[in-house]
C-alpha cells in the first residue's frame, strides 16, 4: 500500500530511484494495530476496577481522580522535549504493552486500571509519531486492523477478555499480542525520525478525532455485546456483523476511494449522521432490532472515514509541499519547522475526550446527569464531523485507488468470520427435559455484573456457584451485556454458553443492563418490559420466560430487579404494584429476585397481601440486594438455602402441583 506522500509524480524526466522520504516498513500499521488492540484491552479491563473504586468510595472523588489520570497524554510534550520521539514513543507504546503484560501476570487491580488508562492516553500520542507521513486513510486503515483483530479475539474467548482471566490460552493471547508489539516497537524505534511539519493549532486538532472515534468504537460500533443486546442477536451472529462492518470498512479505505479534498460541509454533515446515529440506539430507549445493526455497520464505515479525513493534516511530514489540484495555495508551501508537540496535545485531547463520552456515560446510571446520556455518544459523533470538517479542504497524502487492495483488506477481515462460526458450532446443547416431571431446581442471583469485592471481572465464579445448586432454572439480575462497568463483555451470553442453558433477555437501566432466565429446560413462552422509574436513579424491570418441567406441565419463571436504597421504599412498592398487575395472577408462576422484601417489610406485605403470593425464602438483615423468592399457590418449595456469599443468592427446589 502507498501511503506517504514519497510515490513517483507524472510529467518531468525519469530520476534514479533514491531512499524513501517516508520509511514504508509494514512494522509501522502493524505496529498501529497492535497498540490500538492492546489500547482496547487495557481501557475495558480498567472500566470495572473504576466502578467498583467509585462504588466503594465517594463517587465524586473517584470519577475526579480518574480524569486526572487521563490527563496524562498532556504530558507528552514534555516527553518529547526530554527523551526525545523516540522516548516519546518508547513510553507511551512500550508502557502501554508492560502494562497489558502486568494485567496477566497480577490480574487486573486499580493500580492497573490507572496505570492502563494513564499510558493509553500516552501512547495515543505516540500513534502520531509512528504514522507522521502516512495518509489519513492509511492511519485508518491499520486503526481499524487493530479493532478487527481485537473482534476477533474477543469473540474466541466469548467476549469476556483474556486480559482479566487465568489460564493458558489467554496468556497466550497476550504473549501474542504484547511480543507482536514489541517487535514492531523495537524495529520502528530502529528507523529514521519523520520530521515534523509546521502546523498549527487548527490543524493540529485533527488530532483529536481518535478520541471520539475510540469512545464510539468502544460503547457501540466494535462492541459484538451491543450489537447483540440491541439487535436482538445470538452472540456469534452479532460477532458476525461487526466482523463484517470492519471488513467493509477496510476495504473501502484500502480502495483510495477518496478525493484530494472535501468540503467541511459534507465532514459535518457525515458526523451529525453518526451523531443522530449512536443516540439513537443508546440510552434507555434506545432503538433496537435491524435498527442498531445498520447503526452499527453505517457507523463503522462513517466513523472511519472521518478519522482518515481529520486526520491527513497532522500526519504530514515536514517538507510537504502539498498535491497537484490541492486547495488553497498555501498547501504548496512547504511545511518546515517542527511543532509536532502542537499534534502531542490535540491527540492528548482526543484522549481526554474519549474519557468525557465514556466515564459520564455510565455513571448517568447512578447519578443522573441534566440530559439523556445518550446525549454523549451523539456529541462524540458531531465532534468526529467537526474535527474532521477543520482538515477536510487541506493538504494532505492520499492513497492511490486500488481495488485489488481493496479486496485483500476486505477478504483478509472477512476470513475472521470463522470465529463466530466456530464459536457457535461448539456451543454445548442447551435443553433437556426435567428430571423429575413437574419438579426444577431454581436459583434467584443478583450477580452485579460479575464483578466481585475486588472489582475483578469474575463470571466463572457466578458459574461455580450456580453449577453447585444443579439449578434448572436462574432467575439472574444486575446483568450486563455491553455495559463499560463489566468491561463491555456479554456476561449474559457468556453464562448461558458457560452452563449449557437458553438465555432469555430482558433490559432493565438499558439494552446493555438488566435481568435475564436461565433455563436449562425448554423454554415455551418469554416476556419482557420495564416497572416505573419513580425516585429513580435508573430504570428497573423484568423478564420471564414459561419453562416446560414436563409431563404437559409448565410454569412461568420471572426474574425481578427494583429500585434499591433505604429511601426508596415508595417507589418499590409502585414498581411490586405494576407488577402485580402485568402479572395478573396467572397461574403456576414463580416470582423471584431483587424484590426489596425485607423480613416484615411493607414488600413483602403488597406481595402476599395484595398479590396473594407465597414466600418461599428470602430477605436479609443489612444493606445490599435482598433477594426473594415468591410463588402462586398452586407450586410448593423444598430445600430453599441460600447460595452464595453476601446473601445475594438464593435456591430452592420448585414443585408443579396439579
Not at 428470602?618 to 430445600?639: E, T
Request: proline share 6%.
Amino acid at each position: 500500500m502507498v501511503d506517504s506522500d514519497s510515490r513517483a509524480r507524472p510529467g518531468g524526466p525519469a530520476v534514479p530511484a533514491g531512499p524513501p522520504v517516508v520509511p514504508q516498513e509494514f512494522s509501522r500499521f502493524f505496529l498501529i494495530a497492535v497498540t490500538i488492540a492492546v489500547l482496547s484491552q487495557v481501557l475495558r479491563a480498567a472500566f470495572p476496577p473504576f466502578g467498583h473504586f467509585a462504588a466503594t468510595t465517594n463517587a465524586l472523588a473517584a470519577s475526579a481522580a480518574i480524569i486526572v489520570v487521563c490527563l496524562a497524554g498532556f504530558l507528552a510534550p514534555a516527553a518529547r522535549a526530554v527523551a526525545g520521539p523516540r522516548g516519546l514513543l518508547l513510553a507511551g507504546v512500550g508502557g502501554l504493552l508492560a502494562v497489558r503484560l502486568g494485567m496477566q501476570v497480577l490480574s487486573p487491580a486499580l493500580w492497573s486500571a490507572f496505570a492502563g488508562a494513564a499510558f493509553a492516553m500516552l501512547a495515543l500520542t505516540a500513534l502520531y509519531e509512528t504514522a507522521r507521513g502516512l495518509s489519513g486513510t492509511g492511519f485508518a486503515v491499520a486503526v481499524v486492523g487493530g479493532l478487527t483483530a481485537d473482534t476477533a479475539l474477543r469473540l474466541a474467548f466469548g467476549t469476556w477478555d483474556p486480559a482479566v482471566r487465568g489460564g493458558v490460552l489467554p496468556w497466550l493471547a497476550c504473549l501474542l499480542f504484547v511480543g507482536a508489539g514489541a517487535v514492531a516497537l523495537v524495529r520502528q524505534l530502529r528507523t529514521s525520525v519523520v520530521e515534523a511539519p509546521a502546523i498549527g493549532w487548527r490543524d493540529a486538532l485533527g488530532a483529536a478525532a481518535l478520541g471520539p472515534f475510540l469512545a464510539l468504537q468502544i460503547l457501540i460500533l466494535a462492541s459484538p455485546a451491543f450489537a447483540a443486546s440491541s439487535g436482538w442477536l445470538s452472540l456469534p451472529a452479532a460477532g458476525a456483523v461487526v466482523l463484517g462492518a470492519q471488513a467493509l470498512t477496510l476495504a473501502f479505505l484500502s480502495s483510495g476511494l477518496a478525493v484530494a479534498a472535501v468540503p467541511g460541509g459534507v465532514c459535518v454533515f457525515g458526523g451529525t449522521l453518526l451523531g443522530i446515529g449512536a443516540a439513537a440506539v443508546t440510552g434507555r430507549y434506545g432503538l433496537t432490532g435491524s435498527v442498531a445493526v445498520a447503526v452499527i455497520v453505517v457507523g463503522q464505515l462513517l466513523s472511519a472515514w472521518l478519522l482518515a479525513v481529520a486526520c491527513r493534516v497532522p500526519l504530514r511530514r515536514g517538507g510537504y509541499r502539498g498535491r497537484s489540484g490541492d486547495l488553497p495555495v498555501e498547501a504548496r508551501v512547504a511545511d518546515a519547522g517542527g511543532r509536532a508537540w502542537r499534534v502531542d496535545l490535540g491527540a492528548a485531547l482526543g484522549g481526554l475526550l474519549t474519557a468525557l463520552v465514556l466515564l459520564p456515560y455510565q455513571a448517568h446510571y447512578a447519578a443522573p446527569l441534566p440530559l439523556p446520556n445518550k446525549v454523549l455518544p451523539g456529541a462524540a459523533g458531531i465532534a468526529l464531523g467537526l474535527l474532521s470538517a477543520i482538515a477536510a479542504a487541506r493538504g494532505g497524502p492520499l492513497p492511490g485507488r486500488s481495488w485489488a487492495r481493496a479486496l485483500g483488506a476486505g477478504g483478509g477481515a472477512l476470513l475472521l468470520l470463522v470465529v463466530p462460526a466456530a464459536y457457535a458450532v461448539s456451543a454445548p446443547p442447551v435443553t433437556r427435559t426435567a428430571a423429575q416431571v413437574g419438579t426444577f431446581r431454581l436459583m434467584t442471583y443478583d450477580i452485579d455484573q460479575a464483578v466481585d469485592d475486588a472489582g475483578r471481572l469474575d463470571p466463572e465464579a457466578i458459574a461455580r456457584t450456580i453449577t453447585a445448586q444443579h439449578a434448572d432454572v436462574v432467575a439472574l439480575q444486575a446483568v450486563g451485556r455491553g455495559w463499560p462497568l463489566s468491561g463491555t463483555a456479554d456476561v449474559g451470553s457468556w453464562l448461558a454458553r458457560r452452563l449449557g442453558m437458553r438465555l432469555v433477555w430482558g433490559p432493565a437501566a438499558d439494552h446493555q443492563f438488566g435481568n435475564a432466565v436461565l433455563s436449562r429446560l425448554p423454554v415455551r413462552a418469554t416476556g419482557t418490559g420495564r416497572l416505573p422509574v419513580g425516585a429513580g436513579p435508573q430504570a428497573r424491570g423484568y423478564v420471564w420466560a414459561r419453562v416446560d418441567t414436563g409431563g404437559g406441565r409448565t410454569a412461568d419463571v420471572w426474574s425481578v430487579d427494583v429500585q434499591h436504597g433505604a429511601d426508596r421504599t415508595q417507589t418499590r412498592l409502585t414498581e411490586i404494584v405494576k407488577l402485580l398487575q402485568i402479572w395478573s395472577g396467572a397461574p403456576h408462576t414463580v416470582i423471584a429476585g431483587d424484590l426489596g422484601a425485607r423480613e416484615g417489610g411493607p414488600e413483602v406485605s403488597r406481595l402476599t397481601g395484595q398479590g396473594g403470593l407465597r414466600e418461599a425464602g428470602g430477605g436479609r438483615a443489612g444493606a445490599g440486594p435482598v433477594v426473594s423468592i415468591f410463588g402462586s399457590d398452586d407450586l410448593g418449595f423444598d430445600d430453599t438455602v441460600s447460595a452464595a456469599p453476601r446473601g445475594f443468592a438464593l435456591a430452592a427446589t420448585v414443585r408443579v402441583i396439579g
